[in-house]
Each structure stands twice: as structure tokens, then as C-alpha cells.
């Protein structure tokens, strides 16, 4: 069995400041790309920043200077610090991880449950 926990989020001030964090656990032999997705109320699920196991990077266009994410790969996971908050950042926050499991072949996606961050004006 393979789970995603997130922790953080919340609520802020637009301006303000959170951090994200995501760990996945049980039987695990490597984990591929991870990254953080968001979905705001009636819109579809949307790509914030991701993450490969080599620290490259992608970002988001909307987020891009303002969200930072990073990754342990020693504790299987993955930070997402947001600075500079606006409203429409407001939405829940999905963590996913491409993981391949001990004797497995092959690499699945996994989801965690989501966490609320909520900006207010």
C-alpha cells in the first residue's frame, strides 16, 4: 500500500505565506516526477509546479516567481512554499507523485486527499 499525506495549507492574507509538504509511504522502490496540483470551485484541476527526482523544475505560468518546489528525496517528499498570495491562489491543493513499488514494473500516479488553502482580500 502506497499513501500521499499532505499537511499545511490553511488560511492567509493576500501577501502572505504558506508551505505544503507531502510524504509517501509504504512500500516504495523509487518515485519518479512529484508535483502539486490545485482546483479552485467549478474549475477543473490544473497543474502548479512539478518536480523530477533530479531537482528540475516546472512551473505554472500563474505561479511562476512567487511558488518554490523542492523535495527530499531521502524521505520520499515534496515542499511547495508559496510567498506573495493572491485570492485566486485559493483552492485545494493535491500532491501526486509517479511511484513504482517494491517488485513492481512499472511507475503509477498516486494522489493525495487534498489540503484548503484559502487567501483572502
Known amino acids: 500500500q502506497v499513501q500521499l499525506v499532505e499537511s499545511g495549507g490553511g488560511l492567509v492574507q493576500a501577501g502572505g505565506s504558506l508551505s505544503l509538504s507531502c510524504a509517501a509511504s509504504?512500500?516504495?522502490?523509487?518515485?519518479?516526477?512529484m508535483g502539486w496540483y490545485r482546483q479552485a470551485p467549478g474549475k477543473q484541476r490544473e497543474l502548479v509546479a512539478a518536480?523530477?527526482?533530479?531537482?528540475?523544475?516546472n512551473y505554472a505560468d500563474s505561479v511562476k516567481g512567487r511558488f518554490t518546489i523542492s523535495r527530499d528525496n531521502a524521505k520520499n517528499t515534496v515542499y511547495l512554499q508559496m510567498n506573495l498570495l493572491k485570492p485566486e491562489d485559493t483552492a485545494v491543493y493535491y500532491c501526486?507523485?509517479?511511484?513504482?513499488?517494491?517488485?513492481?514494473?512499472?511507475?503509477?500516479?498516486?494522489w493525495g486527499r487534498g489540503t484548503q488553502v484559502t487567501v483572502s482580500s
Open positions: 518536480i523530477t527526482s533530479g531537482g528540475s523544475t
Open positions: 509504504g512500500t516504495i522502490s523509487s518515485i519518479n516526477d
Open positions: 501526486h507523485a509517479e511511484i513504482r513499488r517494491r517488485y513492481g514494473w512499472a511507475y503509477t500516479n498516486y
